[in-house]
């Protein structure tokens, strides 16, 4: 970032026209960094201890990671800085990020395995996960993960929607709602931090068990598929087809299902996770992690290509 910090501003012929050098070279090492991320820091999570408020934590710092991203425009917008200051801006983040990282992996990791060892070796209702001498890593094509084929599934077609289908239609659903869209997106940075809080306390309140949880968690699911199904709608539909275009209750309509469909995805996540955290000496928090890289490729792909093949309708 701080590179690009320097270097946004010169250009160079790429695919028969000019782009920014310090653009490229960024999204590229972010798009690296994400996809090292759902390989690396969620198996790291998981392995704190047998206590689920790791993950919890992971998944909600994941959520507010939007919710920062877009302080940092808003204020870019009222002050009026330029690029260089904006990636400074974004690299000093990333610093802070990376200094949170070396203390978890230097100092607080030690200790929390000291202490889980101890809540091992005392108690007698450990989960699944609890250092028992047969779990062994697996691999992901192997008999025993068999078992977590439906969570590999699900969780591999949340980031092919969450990753590709939604950032690539939603623009294209929100043109016969043009104040809507921002509207929505702003009350989605607040609500995606909370609905994965809210999978958080509910499964660890009553983890694994309780049938009001089990049918939050199936709810969601139906939800934010639903809202799949009106993004497409609304992007493709012609727009005399389109519910309460140019009224305010559109542009509250367009907020309600954009808010829904996020907040449900990010309870669903987070859910997923905690659910498969027992099983982390298996390697099956790093299998999911491969499941949300390989949605999020085959979603990026499949998706740019519909968009330009079949671009939707003007509205």
Known sequence: MFLAAGIWDITANVFGAQHSVGLLVSALIASMSDCLSNLVFWPYAGGFGAHPSYLAA???????????????????????????????????????????????????????????????????????SVGSAG??????????????????????????????????????????????????????FA???????????ALGTHYRSNWMVKAAEVTSVILWNLGVFI??????????????????????????????????????????MLRLKPYNKEGVLKHAGICMQFGSMIGAASCALVANLVEPPAH
């Not at 990753?163 to 997106?185: C, D, K």
């Not at 609500?191 to 306390?201: F, I, K, L, N, Q």
Request: glycine content about 8%; charged content about 10%.
């Open 58 to 128: 992971l998944a909600t710092g994941e959520s507010l990671s939007s919710a920062a991203s877009a302080a940092v425009v808003a204020i870019q917008k009222a002050i009026g800085f330029g690029p260089s200051v904006y990636f400074a801006v974004i690299g000093c983040i990333v610093l802070v990020c990376t200094g949170a990282f070396l203390l978890l992996h230097l100092h607080y990791k030690k200790s929390a395995e000291t202490d889980t060892d101890y809540e091992e070796s005392s108690s007698t209702t450990s989960s699944p």
């Open 231 to 272: 993004t497409l709608y609304l992007s493709y539909a012609p727009v005399e087809d389109l519910p309460l275009v140019g009224q305010s209750s559109g542009t509250a309509f367009f907020t309600v299902v954009t808010v829904v469909g996020g907040a449900t995805i990010a309870f669903t996540k987070s859910a997923t």
């Open 135 to 188: 779990q062994e890593e697996r691999g992901l094509f192997t008999r025993e993960s068999r078992r977590f084929i439906g969570p590999f599934l699900l969780i591999g077609w949340l980031s092919f929607v969450q990753n590709a289908l939604t950032p690539t239609f939603l623009p294209f659903a929100a043109r016969a709602y043009p104040s809507g869209y921002l509207l929505a997106q702003n009350v989605l």
């Open 191 to 201: 609500c995606r931090p909370v609905a994965s809080m809210g999978a958080a306390w």
